[in-house]
Nanobody, 115 residues
Framework: QVQLVESGGGLVQPGGSLRLSCAASGSIFSIYAMGWYRQAPGKQRELVATITSGGSTNYADSVKGRFTISRDNAKNTVYLQMNSLKPEDTAVYYC?????????WGQGTQVTVSS
């Protein structure tokens, strides 16, 4: 079992920044990749960014150059630094950890970009 706890969401003006955190606990040795996904009202959940245990990253085209995913292995935490935020980035952001057996999801954190 893997438990994920997200934090860092909130309300920010367009052009602003936020940093999301996802702390993992439990069977963390089994995790080979982690990622951030988001779901806006009335839309399907979509990939934002992923990072493997080796440090390889992948981003959705819509966030390239604005968002950065990183990890602190000592703290078992993955971060999503979000800069130049746009209203269309408004969504619930979910952290996901991938293991060979199954995926685990966090509870989600709301990000609202509005003036």
């Amino acid at each position: 079992q893997v438990q994920l706890v997200e934090s860092g969401g909130g309300l920010v003006q367009p052009g602003g920044s936020l940093r999301l955190s996802c702390a993992a606990s439990g069977s963390i040795f089994s995790i080979y990749a982690m990622g951030w996904y988001r779901q806006a009202p009335g839309k399907q959940r979509e990939l934002v960014a992923t990072i493997t245990s080796g440090g390889s990253t992948n981003y959705a085209d819509s966030v390239k150059g604005r968002f950065t995913i990183s990890r602190d292995n000592a703290k078992n935490t993955v971060y999503l630094q979000m800069n130049s935020l746009k209203p269309e980035d408004t969504a619930v952001y979910y952290c996901k950890s991938a293991t060979l057996i199954r995926d685990y999801w966090g509870q989600g954190t709301q990000v609202t970009v509005s003036s």
